[in-house]
């Protein structure tokens, strides 16, 4: 077995199936795109299991708490992973995790932004390790996201081809 | 003529002027940066022919409906579009769209972010067609853009030498 | 000495130590990740010489006025020099900058976002020259960012090896 999948499966961790979008909504994007050995992985959103977008909803400092924006920063990046396990076939592949922009959904008052997408981080170099797994980063917040979703997180990474 | 330009044209669309800058304000920027067989796109925002910023200014989701900012995306395409033309010298020169940060000045109830950014991304992937125009995006909303435009939206691409 | 340090001296310009977080806060990211001959650089914000986050903290717009977002930029500018120091040893090996995304901590009024930005992008292009310091950018308002910072800044760049 993949050395990644192993370890989500060690973890306890499952990826979501594809993103499964509100009725009357239209994504006319690519999830992930790829040139060379550069992946672009487009903003990503916490999904459930079904591939449907994940409660709770709502902005960090008004209706949810740092633990809970750490949690649903942690389902991106197992959504970002169920894309990125599609496209490519088998997450080893990711040979260099390099930059994500960590988006939090956040009232004008909450400060914690760089707390909540840490969820996301910490997860990647747990399973990527120090070397490969850590990345730039912005972890900063946004008036809105779509849908109300509490984080939006996008990544680019180096894959072997 | 050149296929890109061809579409556009038949489309009834044209490319806006260099943009115009409000009085006593200074871009130190490049609009197109160009690093070998890629470019890195400036946010650009919605322009009249002329180059002067497009009406209406405004937030999503307060002064402005999501028909008004799906317009104002379609006019960024465009503007970008013309800085590309100017840098390129022939819009075919694109050979890959690979990434889009959508911005949306956004009242921080509007959800709506990516049926506005869309008005660029389909545009987009109407005259590139799907194989080079479509994208990695994220469709996000903004407390505030420059002057209070509507969208803004920045954009790496793949071009030929 | 190396050319852009001996400005940065003319200038009167000294760069920050490393960053010191607030306690009880940890940043699991890479301030400058490398791949081949290019360089990702986190979003950084304003440090005092000591490597804490500099004062004053607030919103444009709100607690503070454009002169001093300026400010904060242009002290970014010196702690993404600083991280690029300890990184590549020497900042003459910064052969092209590429592309900044600049984030202003913004009142939902606020409109002037780019001539904050400024302050980081004239000092570089005052520091390396029109041809290698100039970028492509975007200049936006955010809800929010880390500890309330007025100003955060991230960027890519080509380097020598």
């Known amino acids: ?13 499952a990826l979501p199936g594809p993103l499964v979008l509100p009725p ?33 909803m709502g902005k960090l400092g008004k209706e949810l708490t740092v633990a809970q924006g750490y949690e649903a920063a942690k389902l991106v990046a197992l959504s970002m992973l169920g894309s990125l396990k599609r496209e490519l076939g088998d997450l080893d592949r990711v040979t260099k995790w390099l930059k994500v922009l960590g988006m939090v959904n956040s009232d004008p008052e909450f400060k ?14 747990e399973l990527y390790g120090q070397e490969v ?3 730039a980063r912005s972890a ?12 939006e997180i996008e990544a680019e990474a180096e894959i072997s081809l």
Do not use: C
């Open 1 to 13: 077995m993949a050395e990644i999948e192993a370890k989500l499966e060690k973890l306890g961790l």
């Open 24 to 56: 009357g909504t239209k994504m006319p994007i690519s999830f992930v795109r790829i040139t060379g050995n550069h992946a672009y992985v487009s903003g990503h959103v916490p999904q459930e299991q079904d591939g449907s977008i994940a409660e709770p």
């Open 112 to 125: 914690e932004t760089p707390q909540v997408i840490n969820g996301f981080s910490e997860l990647i170099v």
């Open 133 to 135: 797994g850590t990345h």
């Open 140 to 151: 900063v917040g946004m008036a809105v996201l779509p849908g109300n979703v509490p984080v």
